[in-house]
């Protein structure tokens, strides 16, 4: 037996990239081509596998970790015997599959799907499972046409088309034939144009949210009028200039006052068919920041930890920073509750897309001057619109209505010097 390093190959364009997914753990048995890591860039994500086989005495990546060509990935021990381990096998697996084929061929069915035997693991690289497992797809039922049975995303979409040609293979597709029937461009002149990378990373996570959250969303307004006057009388006690701090610190503050009178909405079920939730012990708030590229949402970190006026300056920055797309990636995970703020460019109520996976999501919209009926006569009050949309699964529409009435409360009258310091 010897002891032998496996280091990350000449990987191209990749340099000082992601690790995502460790696939080895210590003492595993691995051999020739194996794949030991996933690592992903901007543009795509690439297994790297093993040149040798031997048993994993030593992992020197972690998920998270950033690698380039000739770092160190594992230690192994090298084992002879693993050798004639593999031809016994591979002559099993021929010898199965001589009386696979044989099965087939006398008991052939008149269709295209092959159902895979489940008791192996089935070979597929993790976004094609994580693609699977978005479609409801048991990919263990998906056959593969790449080398030893391996799953493509292709393989994946074949076993869709054909499972829902056989579902409607009875029905009328009159309105299939007519979406198809016609080209855009023979109406009139068309241009077609790349969709800005950012909103093609976005899209997949908004389809996700949207299609696996039950989204209920509640609108109110909040009585900001104290707030607004107290915003704009701040003033620098050095210079004596006002302030220039927007509503949306005070929002980001009030929220987490509120979060921790609701913890159900510092939570995430990305376990709900295990039955678990993870209730979050950290206040992260996610902005949502309109900028050339696409929407995008960092998160301000520890917001219960600080005064109004770092708030204020740490919305600008990372702002800033996602407009010149220098905001790093971690900064877009890892998320309490996100608040999409419509107020500079005009609106009311909307129904804002909650960000998985997180629970639940505010938006803003524009306050307004308006007449209110308070102690028997109408008054001018500043109303602020809230639109709360929130997961059904975790939070009922009762515990949606205290938290917008806790949230009213905490940007109401008396509560805006208390936000302050």
Sequence with gaps: MSKK?????????????????????????IKKNDPLITIESDKSSVEIPSKDEGTVISLN??????????????????????????????????????????????????????????????????KVRKFARELGIDISKVSGSERQGRVTESDVKLFVA?????????????????????SHSEFGEVEIKDIPRVKKLSSKYLMN???????????????????EEFRTSLTDIYTGE?????????????????????????TSIDEIENGKMTVKKYFHVGIAVDTPHGLMVPKLRNA????????????????QQC?????????????????????????????????????????????????VFIDGKF????????????DHRIIDGAEAARFNNELKQNLGKNFAYKLAV
């Design 242 to 266: 006002k302030k220039k701090i927007t509503p949306l610190a005070f929002i980001v503050k009030a929220l987490t006052v509120s979060l921790k009178k609701f913890p159900n909405f510092n």
């Design 379 to 390: 008054v001018t009050r500043t109303m602020l619109p809230l639109s709360l949309s929130y």
């Design 5 to 29: 390093d496996i280091k990350v190959p000449n990987i191209g364009e990749f340099k000082d990239v992601e690790v995502i997914e460790v696939l080895i753990k210590k003492g595993q048995k």
């Design 209 to 227: 949210s949207w299609s696996k959250i039950p989204h209920v969303t509640n609108h109110d307004e909040a009585d900001i009028t104290e707030l």
């Design 162 to 182: 054909t499972k829902t040609n056989k579902s409607f293979k009875n029905q009328n597709t009159t309105d299939q034939k007519i979406e198809q029937e016609y």
């Design 304 to 319: 219960d930890n600080k005064n109004i006026s770092l708030i204020s300056t740490e919305l600008k920055k990372i702002s």
């Design 61 to 126: 990546v972690q998920i998270g970790d950033k690698v380039s060509e000739g770092d160190k990935i594992i230690e192994i021990e090298s084992d002879k015997e693993s050798k004639r381990i593999e031809v016994v096998e591979s002559q099993k697996n021929q010898l199965s599959k001589e009386l696979d084929k044989k099965e087939v061929k006398e008991s052939k069915e008149t269709t295209d799907i092959t159902v895979k035997d489940t008791s192996t693991k089935t070979s597929a690289s993790p």
């Design 323 to 371: 407009r010149d797309l220098k905001i790093d990636k971690k900064e877009l995970f890892g998320g309490s509750m996100t608040i999409t703020s419509l107020g500079s460019i005009g609106g009311s109520f909307f129904t804002p897309i909650i960000n998985y996976p997180e629970v639940a999501i505010l938006g803003v919209g524009r306050a307004e001057k308006k007449q």
